[in-house]
């Protein structure tokens, strides 16, 4: 009996510190092609949300276990106004995922964030016209999380720090403006945005820090500058062509420093992101359809006991 107790308390224990390092990373295809990952395997996820942008990329690097899903799907064949972000935050949920590094191109809207330096915003401004849906929680459910410190400072600071020490141009803080797309701002939004004091430009990661968010799940960006927004004297001189080169060496550089951030990444344990919905479910859990408790239970099932 003993023996048996012995087996389960480490059993449980591997459960929990494997729970507990799994990261997800959101970001272009080429991600996960990352150096000395072991374990590869493609896995598919059903949500009640519909389907993720593709298959989900499992593996281990560095002794932790890594989830990786292109946000845009395998080719970048899905508009930022049409990825499913509900499904593929609830399919990181579904698999364990806990934290969350979301790798972005984005442009810039001051002149001192330069093409190819990173950028890891800790604030977020919407210009969708909630063209999107950002909530799990609708039709018989309501909750109102807390989001004035939209990313999580944890991981934030593991990115940033990270970027630093593989001496690549870093940037800590800044608002990122995300826009609805696909089109490119127009010059004299542009120069709204840059008024209103933002950062960087971007399509995609609002609604992804706001449904992780909802989720528990720990969230921070990592911006890759690719160019100059429209704002930019010279961009008129800028081409696809520079932009594509631009990409493609940001992503060999968020390679190195996702992999430095997964050997620096601590335990969780200060973090209040895990704790987001403890008072921010409003209705009535005896009201609260069952279905809705069934498809939200690996989110809300703790609060409904």
Not at 56 to 71: A, C, D, M, Q, S
Not at 128 to 135: F, G, I, L, P, V
Not at 158 to 180: C, F, I, T
């Amino acid at each position: 009996m003993r023996l048996r107790q012995q087996l389960s308390v480490r059993k449980n224990y591997h459960e929990r510190n494997n729970f507990m390092d799994k990261i997800g990373i959101i970001g272009g295809s080429g991600l996960y092609n990352i150096e000395g990952i072991k374990k590869v395997k493609s896995v598919s996820v059903t949500t009640p949300f519909g389907s993720p942008s593709d298959k989900y990329v499992t593996g281990e690097l560095e002794g932790k276990e890594v989830v990786f899903l292109p946000r845009h799907g395998r080719g970048h064949k899905i508009s930022p106004s049409h990825i499913n972000y509900r499904a593929n935050i609830f399919g990181m949920k579904k698999l364990g995922v806990q934290r969350i590094i979301s790798v972005s191109a984005c442009g810039s809207l001051k002149e001192e964030i330069a093409p190819l330096d990173f950028v890891v915003p800790d604030q977020f401004v919407d210009r969708t016209n909630q063209a999107r849906a950002m909530t799990f929680f609708e039709k018989g459910i309501v909750a109102h999380i807390g989001f004035a410190d939209p990313v999580c400072p944890q991981i934030s600071k593991v990115l940033y720090d990270s970027g630093k020490k593989l001496n690549l141009k870093m940037h800590s803080g800044g608002a990122y403006l995300n826009m609805e797309g696909p089109a490119f701002s127009t010059r004299a939004e542009s120069n709204l945005y840059r008024a209103w004091g933002m950062s960087i430009i971007g399509m995609t990661n609002m609604s992804e820090a706001k449904l992780a968010r909802e989720a528990e799940i720990c969230y921070a960006t990592l911006a890759a500058v690719t160019d100059y927004d429209c704002w930019y004297p010279g961009h008129d001189s800028v081409t696809v062509e520079m932009v594509i080169a631009n990409l493609v060496q940001n992503v060999a550089n968020a390679k190195k420093i996702i992999r430095e951030v997964i050997l620096s990444l601590p335990e969780r344990e200060d973090c209040r992101c895990k704790d987001t919905l403890k008072h921010a479910i409003v209705t009535d859990k005896k009201i609260i359809p069952r279905k809705i408790k069934k498809d939200l239970k690996i989110i809300i099932g703790k609060y409904l006991k």
